[in-house]
Structure formats: C-alpha cells, structure tokens
C-alpha cells in the first residue's frame, strides 16, 4: 500500500512538473540564411528542415546550421534543408541567440539611462577580433596575438577611459581622441586570459569585462559555434548583423 502510495506521489509531481514548464519541447531546430545570391532565398529567411531548397547553377546560399556551423551550399542543388543537417546535433544556445537576433535585431552599443551628447549617432555592432567594446558587459573574444583596442560609443570630444584588472589592481588610462572611437589597449595592465576588467570610461556606468584569450581563431564556419561557446554574446551579434547589413547594401 505504502508502494503505491509512493508512485503516486512520484507520478503527481512529474505531472507539476510537466505543467509548470508547459510540457514545451525544444525548440525546433531551424537553419538561418545569412547570405543569399538567390532571388527566392532571402537573406535572414528561416527554413524549417521540412522546407526544400532549390538553388541554380551559379548561386549560393551561406545559412548557420543548428549545430552552430555555418555552411555554404552552392547550385546546383535541390533537395531538403534536413539533408544539410544529417549527423549534425542540435545547439540550443546557438538556435536561441540566432532567433535572438532575428527577431529583436540583436544588441546595440546603446546604454539604457546614459547620458549620450546630441552629436553622437547611432552605430551598428561591429565584428572584431581585437577592439574591445566599452559600453557593454560580458565576454570578449579576442585573438591572442592581436593589438587590442579600446572601442568607445562615438561622441563628438576627447575621453579618458581606465583599465582596471579586477584581480591584480593594476591600473592604467588611455584617451581617445575628439576624432576617434578606438585608442590602444594601456600598456600598463597586462592582457590575461580569462581576466576581469573593469572599464571606466568618464561620464557613463562601469562595466566589467572577461576577456577570452584564443590561441588560435577559428574557422569562419566555426566562428558562431566558438563565440557561444565561450559567451562572448556582443561578437555573436555583430558578426550575424553585419551579415545581414551587407545584404541591404
């Protein structure tokens, strides 16, 4: 008696637990085009694996699989977008920022509640290796050889920003100029892997900063997979909307 009393139970809180995430699937895996020469396949299109592609001679298709790669599939081709992703596994986190970002545009260099100069215009996010953007907080991805830079949200007059490493305390300052959004990174903190940073730009909030150091950067059909991985969110959407820039142009 006391037996089935138990499964009872049991049974009852896999039922609350069912109502409580909505009995939802994952999402269904879906491949994302971000470059198109073909006239019926838009850039930013979202093709279900029962959608069939058809693409002619001479044309292409580039799109980021729910693996996370991205492939380029060149005509002649006809056949099923499920065919694209056989022996490939789904992730989920790489599906998620993508629709992310289809749906909202992504991130902005914005920051809610600061105070922005009425020079300063708007710009997209853009796709880097070594700038290292100042108004957000999170990961950044940057290449291990390469000369990092300071990128600011543009304002028409100098500011000074400081560098701070969280965990040894070093301290260092640059300063750009009235004309530009990018100065070195200081020389006087040391660039680790995986280390904290604080960056204090004049007149706007701190951010904190993790930096992920590659000793070898990835693929381009490997890129989207690799800045997930590591978390380096900013990157992801820039690299994904700049794509979807260049198709407008």
Same mark, same amino acid.
């Given at each position: 008696?006391?037996?089935?009393?138990?499964?009872? *139970?049991? $049974?009852? &809180? /896999?039922? !609350?637990?069912?109502?409580?995430?909505?009995?939802? =699937?994952?999402? +269904? %895996?879906?491949?994302?085009?971000?470059?198109?020469?073909?006239?019926?396949?838009? *850039?930013? $299109?979202? &093709? /279900?694996? !029962?959608?069939?592609?058809?693409?002619?001679?001479? =044309?292409?298709? +580039? %799109?980021?699989?729910?693996?996370?790669?991205?492939?380029?599939?060149?005509?002649?081709?006809?056949?099923?977008? /499920?065919?694209?992703?056989?022996?490939?596994?789904?992730?989920?986190?790489?599906?998620?920022?993508?629709?992310?970002?289809?749906?909202?545009?992504?991130?902005?260099?914005?920051?809610?509640?600061?105070?922005?100069?009425?020079?300063?215009?708007?710009?997209?996010?853009?796709?880097?290796?070594?700038?290292?953007?100042?108004?957000?907080?999170?990961?950044?991805?940057?290449?291990?050889?390469?000369?990092?830079?300071?990128?600011?949200?543009?304002?028409?007059?100098?500011?000074?920003?400081?560098?701070?490493?969280?965990?040894?305390?070093?301290?260092?300052?640059?300063?750009?100029?009235?004309?530009?959004?990018?100065?070195?990174?200081?020389?006087?903190?040391?660039?680790?892997?995986?280390?904290?940073?604080?960056?204090?730009?004049?007149?706007?909030?701190?951010?904190?900063?993790?930096?992920?150091?590659?000793?070898?950067?990835?693929?381009?059909?490997?890129?989207?997979?690799?800045?997930?991985?590591?978390?380096?969110?900013?990157?992801?959407?820039?690299?994904?909307?700049?794509?979807?820039?260049?198709?407008?142009?």
């Amino acid at each position: 008696m006391k037996i089935d009393r138990l499964v009872l *139970v049991m $049974a009852s &809180l /896999a039922a !609350a637990l069912v109502a409580l995430t909505g009995g939802a =699937a994952p999402a +269904r %895996a879906q491949v994302y085009v971000i470059e198109s020469s073909v006239p019926d396949i838009k *850039v930013g $299109a979202q &093709l /279900a694996m !029962a959608d069939r592609l058809a693409i002619p001679a001479g =044309a292409a298709i +580039r %799109a980021v699989l729910p693996s996370g790669k991205t492939q380029t599939v060149k005509g002649p081709y006809n056949g099923s977008v /499920a065919d694209l992703t056989k022996g490939q596994e789904i992730n989920e986190g790489v599906v998620g920022w993508l629709k992310n970002i289809m749906q909202t545009g992504g991130a902005t260099e914005a920051t809610p509640g600061a105070t922005r100069s009425a020079g300063a215009r708007p710009r997209a996010a853009r796709f880097s290796w070594a700038n290292v953007p100042t108004s957000i907080d999170g990961n950044v991805c940057v290449g291990k050889d390469a000369e990092l830079q300071l990128l600011r949200a543009p304002v028409p007059m100098a500011q000074r920003v400081a560098v701070v490493d969280v965990d040894s305390a070093a301290r260092a300052e640059a300063e750009w100029a009235v004309s530009g959004d990018l100065v070195a990174w200081p020389a006087g903190v040391a660039v680790r892997p995986g280390g904290t940073y604080y960056l204090m730009v004049e007149g706007r909030p701190r951010r904190q900063l993790k930096l992920e150091v590659l000793d070898t950067l990835p693929s381009e059909d490997d890129v989207l997979a690799e800045l997930h991985k590591r978390g380096c969110r900013h990157q992801f959407e820039a690299f994904v909307r700049e794509k979807l820039a260049a198709a407008k142009r």
